[in-house]
């Protein structure tokens, strides 16, 4: 199952029949940005490393094979921006809250589901990339 395929069935088991849009056009305006159509995890996982503290120890419990840290709705709000979490309830149909709520529970587990094997991790250069990658941002 490819991460598109993913994100639209944990999405749509956790919203139910409530989602009336396209999940898999909405998550690719929120992960990929304005242009929509892609993923970036590698660009989420960098600015959640870049952020430190209990954002960076949180996604380095979804890159690893154990147990995923919980992300609140309001951390979701933050790392996505209030605006782009707003318009991915928007393509769906539901309120801002819900939509924040489906993403904690389908985030932690989109990334461990890449990570597992360490694919996603490979693709950014592994830890030491991540870390790299952190370091842009400040």
Known sequence: MDLMELGTSLIKSKLGGNANGDIGGALGNLFGGDSG????????????????????????????????????????KDLFGSDKVSAFANELGVDEDTAADT?????????DKSSSGGSLLDMVGGMDGVMDMAKKFF
């Open 103 to 111: 993403l904690a529970d389908a985030v932690p587990q989109m990334v």
């Open 37 to 76: 159509g892609g993923f970036d995890l590698g660009g989420l996982v960098s600015k959640m490393m870049a952020g430190g503290g209990s954002l960076g120890d949180m996604v380095s419990s979804w890159l690893g094979d154990g147990d995923n840290e919980p992300i609140s709705t309001d951390q979701v």
